[in-house]
């Protein structure tokens, strides 16, 4: 089994910053993509940003410059650098990984959420 455990959420007032961390762990032989989606009250769930294992970071155009992903391999954790936030970041954040098993299965799960509100 794999699971994924986020943490970093919370209250934060515009123009403020936090980071998220999404940490993956069990049966995994390596990481394939590791990403950020978010929903919003009353909206579908979106994606964020992704990178994947030899490529480059992408973003949806509403967190450009404002958003970082990163990964730490070694520990088998996605990180979200969030700055610059705005009320309509304010969202459950879902971490999102793909990974491949020692049985050459490919899974992809989904982290448990995590509350951002940006509020003054």
């Known amino acids: 089994q794999v699971q994924l455990v986020e943490s970093g959420g919370g209250l934060v007032q515009p123009g403020g910053s936090l980071r998220l961390s999404c940490a993956a762990s069990?049966?995994?032989?390596?990481?394939?993509?590791m990403g950020w989606y978010r929903q919003a009250p009353g909206k579908e769930r979106e994606l964020v940003a992704v990178?994947?294992?030899?490529?480059?970071?992408d973003y949806a155009d509403s967190v450009k410059d404002r958003f970082t992903i990163s990964r730490d391999n070694a520990k088998r954790t996605v990180y979200l650098q969030a700055s610059s936030l705005k009320p309509e970041d304010t969202a459950v954040y879902y971490c999102?990984?793909?990974?491949?098993?020692?049985?050459?299965?490919?899974?992809?799960?989904w982290g448990q959420g995590t509350l951002v509100t940006v509020s003054s």
């Open positions: 069990g049966n995994i032989f390596s990481i394939n993509a």
């Open positions: 990178i994947i294992s030899g490529g480059t970071p």
């Open positions: 999102n990984v793909e990974v491949t098993d020692y049985t050459g299965g490919r899974l992809r799960l």
